[in-house]
């Protein structure tokens, strides 16, 4: 298939993944890798993955804004840890987040911060899904992100420095993937998990919007939309036939 992602409106579109993984689990490692690009800012705050419950106070989420990323652990206390950063419009990079019992570290645009997280990482536990577009509570402020994400890796183990370089290099470390969508999908409500099983399910997209040319969702690489299965190139050579 053409390689490709996933654009969301920020109002509604968000996927939603099952609860199979070690993401906002009580002392569980993790890693993710998300390759995206925002196209506006939302004014209250782009939640761009999230695994967390308002009324449970649990989980985590990962918010973008222009000065910074910060990825905040849910609980009473509601620690926040930033990685001060200028984060343009339509500029794709990817966004790397590991995770131990005691250590987290974000990477984003040759810049990173680690944080011990030894005392929080066992207050994660929730069991509301993973998700990523946006914070999905019903009742509360809308935390969509207008944005395309070309893929998500994720790991149950804290990648090591040198992975996460790897990563940013274009390379595939040698620890296994948990689960990776690529979002080259050309139509329908499901994104692959190319390596494995636990395919995300698209909520609130509809028929009309994955299937017919500019208002498609599954883009290309360049975040064009794709006409049934194939990227949208321009007419070229076109003759006028009199009858």
């Known amino acids: 298939p053409i390689e490709g992602g ?21 002392n569980q490692s993790f890693s993710f890798a998300i390759d995206f690009e925002l196209l506006s800012f939302n004014p209250v705050a782009d939640l761009l993955l999230a695994k967390m419950s308002f009324a449970a106070s649990k989980g985590m989420y990962l918010q973008i804004n222009e000065n910074a990323i910060n990825f905040q652990i849910f609980v009473p206390a509601a620690p926040n840890f930033p990685l001060a950063t200028t984060v343009n419009l339509n500029d794709r990079k990817k966004l790397i987040v590991t995770c131990s019992p005691t250590n987290l570290s974000i990477y984003y645009n040759g810049l990173s911060a680690s944080y011990n997280v030894s005392g929080i990482a066992q207050n994660f536990e929730n069991t509301s899904p993973l998700v990523i577009g946006g914070q999905v509570e019903s009742g509360l402020t809308n935390f969509s992100s207008n944005a395309i994400v070309y893929d998500l890796a994720i790991w149950d183990s804290a990648l090591s420095p040198i992975e996460v370089a790897d990563i940013l290099a274009g390379n595939t470390p040698t620890t296994p993937m948990q689960a990776h969508y690529q979002f080259n999908e050309n139509d329908g409500f499901v994104a692959s998990d190319s390596i494995g099983s636990n395919n995300g399910s698209l909520q609130n997209y509809t028929l009309l919007q994955v299937t017919l040319g500019t208002s498609n969702h599954w883009v290309d690489s360049s975040g064009n939309p794709k006409l049934n299965g194939y990227s949208n190139f321009p007419i070229t050579n076109v003759s006028t036939f009199t009858y």
């Open 6 to 26: 996933l654009k969301f409106d920020g109002v509604s579109h968000y996927v939603e993944f099952p609860d199979v993984f070690n993401i906002a689990k009580n």
